[in-house]
């Protein structure tokens, strides 16, 4: 394996990992929450889900005290960053587009609870 593949290989599982803690968060809120405000950021989340592979409400070992939208957007940067071939330029795009966007309805929710 080279370098470049290696590297890439680590930022995938990094990009993974950051998903899937955001994900573990946002359950967290969900079961907290005495409405349903966090269903109005599934949409985005269950695309950026699907595009890694990342199961939805799975399990999370790690510490759940971070921003989930700043783990989208830390995600989507990586993303960016990937070195993928031709023919996967558009599932980088939509990969991206997916983490922003979650990360965007994660704060409109966010924004709206603290008014």
Known sequence: MNNQTSRDSEDRARIVNLVTKAEAIIESLEQRATDLRWSMTAFNRYRACELLGVTPYG???GELDADPAA???????AVIELDVPIEDLGWRLA????LEAAATDIRMVQDARDV
């Open 59 to 61: 399990p999370y070992a």
């Open 71 to 77: 783990l989208f957007d830390e995600a989507a940067a």
């Open 95 to 98: 990969l991206t587009d997916a």
